[in-house]
């Protein structure tokens, strides 16, 4: 075992370490959608936005691209009016594609369902009609606390079809973080459902959920989709509803997709607050749909005839954008997996991918980095020739983790897109487009045509070639959050006040995330401006020194973060993870250590390596690093309620105590 991780390590590193830049293949760059260098020049005009509204149906057309008369509440598509649902559904069964799947769906146990786009249409209005019977009008928003099932997409999709805003809490968040989401939304709705699998095991869910009721200050109607049958009988009370009832009394009911301004609300996404107050963040109907849409075209490269595969929770934005709505407008096959990747076994997600014949992966480096940690015996069991293409969003991604995930899942034939985006833009921002770019491991890649994101000092000037800085985007974009639910004013003090020019109305878009520039000007995110240590007044980005360990043989995953220091100031203190066949003993600290002295410098040294079998994460994988803050500096933890594995928290504080 640990023998056969080792070689295939030598083999890695033999050939593919010295290789910094990357082509997509000819097989690739013929077919693929977007292959035009001349669309970056194309896109320099906003007008060109208009090819993404192209690719949806219009009830009525728009009078203009863009407004910018309020900025920063820009405004796109103005007087336009079309339906989401009808866009991502209707207009498919219209267009003779009614037999083809939209969604298949995989629990956890090997269950399997297939919706094909009449199925899906028959679905979405039976819900939409009794979304309607229950009270929800339109502009109403409806709150969804929910797993990967399928009537999750249906559900969001129902309400799209009535002009209802969906709000998606991520099923692992605690029964708190519903609550307040639900009462900032004032939110009179919730779907919800008895419970799902994890690790084969049932998990009741309803419990957490009603808890959470518990915590809102207006009455609640809630639906709650049996997932569980027999495995666990729910008591339903009052104001609450069966899902499979409430359909079945509306089987067979139409109800016409209600035609939405453009710049109507779409549904509100709470970021997960890793710092401070969940913010709700709003996304519109016509430029959201539009630009999802689009990067879905020429990034992921989806066609109609594709099986394509994005391994997020919906929960997150990464599931509403390219699970949900890109996907779907585009009329592909949608892939929806319930489970985790390692159940059974450690090859699931290749077996579906061979079972499926995915064409497009899409993922996160914390995924890539367990699937390199396994080693690469799962995937090698089986035939992933049906990939065309790789993605990966979320966090920084290490060289390593790229060059593995590039030869040992897309055998060098597929490109990789590394796509750099958050919550408030909506869709992908910067990454390379995969029939154009050369591809750079560990650098997400040029701005998007039309993106006109750039690295900036301090004082808001251009850094230039190999310097790092602060990532800005100084144009607006269809996709773009509009404001924040019922707070304009922090819309503007978080996003738009650092780096713009009220007096001159110039407007730039903050996303408080570090990055370098190279001499092509692809950009590397280093990260959140907030993971940047002080040590002996040298500042350090903790990616950096998170990547410097990674790359040494035999860790799977670091996180850096810094502790009190009575002279440093901080120090370095990083957690460790190995994979598998390899022991966390003192010869391998020594090797970190050696390897961030070597990368970095003497003044990056670790003070502590502290080894973990896992790391604190939140729902999209990111490392929760101010919970490690807390431990390395014995401080009380602070809030735990929106992580994804809230117990390894004390586990690890027990190992720095004992250290
Ligand atoms: P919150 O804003 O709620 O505290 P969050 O920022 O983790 O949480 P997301 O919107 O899901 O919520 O994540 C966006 C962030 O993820 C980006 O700001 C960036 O820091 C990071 N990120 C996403 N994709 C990439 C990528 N390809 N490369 C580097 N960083 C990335
Ligand atoms: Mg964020």
Redesign the pocket.
Known sequence: MADDTEDGEVELEARLAEQDTFEPSDAFVEQANVSDEGIYEEFEDPEAWERAADLLDWDEAYDQVLDESDAPFYEWFTDGKLNASYNCVDRHVENGRKNQAAIRWEGELGETKTYTYLDLYNDVNEFAAALRDLGVGEDDVVTMYMPMVPELPIAMLACARIGAPHSVVFAGFSADALATRMNAAESEYLVTCDGYYRRGDALNHKEKADEGLRGVEHDVETVVVDRLGDELKVFLGEHAHDYGELVDAHAGERVDPVPRDAEDMLFLM??????GE??GVKHTTGGYLSYVSWTSHAVLDIKPEDTYWCSADIG???GHSYIVYGPLALGTTTLMYEGTPDYPDRDRIWEMVDRYQVDQFYTA?TAIRAFMKWGTKFPERHDLSSLRLLG??????NPRAWKWYYKHIGDEECPVV????????GGMM??TLPGIGEMKPGS?GPPLPGISAEVVDVSGEPVGAGEAGYLTVNRPWPGMLRTLYNNDERFVSEYWSEYSDEESNRWVYF???GAKLDEDGYIT????VDDVLNVSGHRLGTMEIESAIVGVPGVAEAAVVGGHHDVKGEAVYAYVITEDGYDPNDELRGKIIEGVEDAIGPIARPEAVIFTPELPK???G?IMRRLLEDIANGDELGDTSTLRNPDVVEDIASRVGGD
């Open positions: 709470y970021t997960s607050g890793t710092t969940p913010k997150w934005i990464t480096p990966t969003v979320g966090e920084p991604i590394d796509t750099w985006w958050q919550t408030e833009t910067v990454t997400a996303p408080e995330d995110v280093l990260g959140r939140t729902r999209s990111k």
